[in-house]
């Protein structure tokens, strides 16, 4: 992963990270392509295997990952392509 940051926001405290209700008979998680597909459609998404915290958009253009509390450019790795434990995800306010 490409450790130049592109912005420094840590999350709040008052938001935490929800998977997207999934629709009836559909699995909530999917395969890196079509992750891709919702990265392109405007959606974040993360992985099962990662941390409540992490996860993934496209910013500024480009492909960006949300970890230890910085959004830094993200340079995918087999790991993350052959992964199908993706799902989308939005950030929730929580009081």
Excluded: H
Excluded at 5 to 23: C, D, H, K
Excluded at 38 to 52: D, M
Aim: glycine fraction near 6%; include cysteine.
């Amino acid at each position: 992963m490409d450790e130049q940051v592109i912005e420094s926001q840590p999350m709040q405290a008052n938001e935490i990270l929800t998977p997207i209700p999934r629709q009836q008979g559909k699995a909530i998680t999917m395969s890196f392509p079509d992750a891709m597909r919702e990265i392109i459609r405007g959606k974040s998404i993360a992985r099962i295997s990662w941390a409540n915290k992490d996860y993934c958009l496209l910013k500024d253009g480009w492909l960006t990952v949300y970890i230890n509390d910085k959004f830094q450019k993200w340079l995918v790795s087999d790991g993350d392509m052959e992964g199908q434990d993706w799902f989308v995800i939005e950030v929730k306010q929580i009081n």
